[in-house]
């Protein structure tokens, strides 16, 4: 099985949320409740880096580790 969608959502995913759209984020005029956009945007960025790995594992590589447990005595 290919490890690119994997890849891809496991790391492009996050990659792309951490790095690549905070400096379009970065103003201090955006705010919500007086609460910078930016800041809201890292917070949101924990769980839903959490969820992109929970999605790899039990998409794509979670099968390939229940086959050799299952082979185990």
């Known amino acids: 099985m290919s490890k ?5 959502i496991g790391m492009g995913v996050p990659i792309f949320m951490i790095v690549i759209v905070p400096p379009f984020l970065n103003d201090p005029s955006l705010t919500w409740h007086g609460i910078p956009i930016l800041l809201l945007w890292m917070f949101l960025c924990i769980p839903a880096t959490a969820l992109c790995l929970i999605v790899c594992w039990y998409c794509f590589d979670r099968p390939n580790y229940i086959g050799v447990e299952e082979d185990q005595p």
């Open 4 to 8: 690119l969608p994997t890849m891809l």
